[in-house]
């Protein structure tokens, strides 16, 4: 394992709201535009956050036409998986969007 990934790792999960993001994309993927609907930030916040933690091979996106999907990309790190269990379950906030109609704002 290379060490500059490995910091670049820690690094990014120093930070609560990309913890947070973590936390959101462990349950399920999500569109950029739902992540900032629970974030409650502008979508260049989010998408800086964002890249910080593709940079440092936690996130990996899928483009689908204009939207882009978020997951969490578990393959890089060996211990990495007991760490994203470790994070807080947050489906609750997905379930927020479901109810107030926001979950599929940018699906075709």
Not at 8 to 18: I, L, N, S
Not at 32 to 50: D, N, R, Y
Not at 57 to 65: D, H, P
Request: proline residues 3%; aromatic residues 6%.
């Amino acid at each position: 394992m290379d060490l500059d990934m490995l910091v670049e790792c820690h690094k990014a999960m120093g930070d609560k709201t990309r913890l947070r993001i973590l936390s959101l994309l462990k349950t399920q993927e999500l569109c950029g535009c739902e992540l900032v609907e629970i974030l409650k930030m502008t979508q260049p916040s989010v998408s800086q956050h964002l890249r910080k933690l593709k940079t440092a091979k936690l996130v990996k996106e899928r483009r689908e036409g204009q939207w882009v999907f978020y997951s969490i990309d578990g393959s890089v790190y060996p211990f990495i998986e007991s760490t994203f269990q470790a994070l807080p379950d947050l489906s609750g906030e997905i379930q927020w969007l479901r109810d107030n109609g926001l979950m599929v704002t940018c699906r075709a």
